[in-house]
């Protein structure tokens, strides 16, 4: 009944309003385009902004700083994300025919969920898949579109920053390199023609430092790189990649490091320049083979 008659009040409202007001009313509160200019191109992925995606076309998004992951609420579907993994967690409710059913399914997104300057981007076809919608990618204008419920989002990709020769980029077999002897370097038994060893992929005040604490000090577990590096400068870039370290005693969380690479161009080579590591907790479930 109450509803009946806000329902009532509200017509009898929209009536005594002038035309131009009605129409300014309905256009107020109809659908609208978005545009937004920080889509990203990385080896010919197309990546995008989640979290504005997302809240854009109706899903709920919350994100846990410390964890570095994020969840996504659409509709009875909950989607969780973790920085540097490449695997999705999808929670639905079992459907009335198969109770038995799990509630959990395990995605794999191609390209990692990266952190770039703050943002959180994932592939542009999961974007769209995860949320139901209709995905087009423009090649010629480097354009995406994505479209839900008749409401279309435009994502213009972001012009970089930097103009870097892409004979100078870092190539993925370089990346691979790279990380395989941050492994082989995080503990030495011996010291012994470590600075030979190391002086291909390690810069001077590296391989001193390693040298004097006989190794790094981190997991050395970490799987080739799939995450893509973050040029500041056409000589200095970071790589962040991402190891489970342990389950946690119930089996619902993992212990994770995070491995910082910061790499310089040298005599035309990329070498790495310095390494930190952190820690953080996440849902289990990111790692392709959790341990």
Sequence with gaps: M????????????LLAMPMTSVTSFAAKNAIKDVTIFNGQIHNGRVLVPLRVVSENLGAKVEWFQQAKELKIVNGNTIIRL????????????????????????YIELGTAMQIIKGTTYVPLAFAGQSLGANVAWNNDSKQATVTLN???????????????PEQQKIPEARL???????????????????????KPYFTEKLIQSMIQKKGLGTANTYTTPITFPEYISP???????????????????????????????????WKIDNVSTSGRVVTAGFAKDPI
């Design 2 to 13: 109450l509803k009946k008659w806000i329902a009532c009040l509200l017509a009898s409202a």
């Design 82 to 105: 973790g920085a540097n993994f490449d695997i999705a967690i999808v929670e639905t409710p079992p459907p009335a025919d198969d109770p038995a059913a799990p509630p959990r399914k």
């Design 150 to 164: 008749g409401k279309q989002l435009f994502i213009h990709m972001e012009q970089p920053a930097l103009n870097i």
């Design 176 to 198: 691979k390199a790279l990380s395989d002897k941050l492994n082989e370097a995080a503990t030495l038994s011996s010291t012994k023609n470590a600075r030979t060893r190391f």
């Design 235 to 269: 000589t200095k870039a970071f790589l962040s990649q991402s190891v489970v370290l342990a389950n946690g005693l119930t089996g619902e969380d993992q212990y994770i490091e995070d491995r910082t690479i910061a790499l310089v161009y040298t005599k035309g080579v």
